[in-house]
């Protein structure tokens, strides 16, 4: 079983930057799509994009394209958001997950961490 812990959110000013990390356990991932959702409060949960195994990234939605950057650390089992510009609709609780197939675009996942809040004020 796979076990995924978010970490690195917090409260930023609009056009500010964050990092957040996501350290898995458990099984190889080699074999699994990594991604990240973003849940606000009274809305639908939100894709932000996901990486295979080799890269690159994908998915980006129009909300965070040229901002929101992802990219993993095979070697360490982690995944990673870089966040720029943040803007206060990108308030929200951030997950991220895995899954085998590209599923994970359509926010299927076999595995999903308890989530890290990302707070931006204007």
């Known amino acids: 079983q796979v076990q995924l812990v978010e970490s690195g959110g917090g409260l930023v000013q609009a056009g500010a930057s964050l990092r957040l990390s996501c350290a898995a356990s458990?099984?190889?991932?080699?074999?699994?799509?990594m991604g990240w959702f973003r849940q606000a409060p009274g809305k639908e949960r939100e894709f932000v994009g996901a990486?295979?195994?080799?890269?690159?990234?994908?998915g980006y939605p129009d909300s965070v394209k040229g901002r929101f950057t992802i990219s993993r650390d095979n070697a360490k089992n982690t995944l990673f958001l870089q966040m720029n510009s943040l803007k206060p609709e990108d308030t929200a609780v951030y997950y991220c997950?895995?899954?085998?197939?590209?599923?994970?675009?359509?926010?299927?996942?076999?595995?999903r961490g308890q989530g890290t809040q990302v707070t931006v004020s204007s």
């Open positions: 458990g099984p190889s991932l080699n074999e699994y799509f």
């Open positions: 997950a895995v899954e085998r197939t590209l599923a994970l675009t359509r926010g299927e996942y076999d595995y």
């Open positions: 990486i295979g195994y080799s890269g690159p990234s994908i």
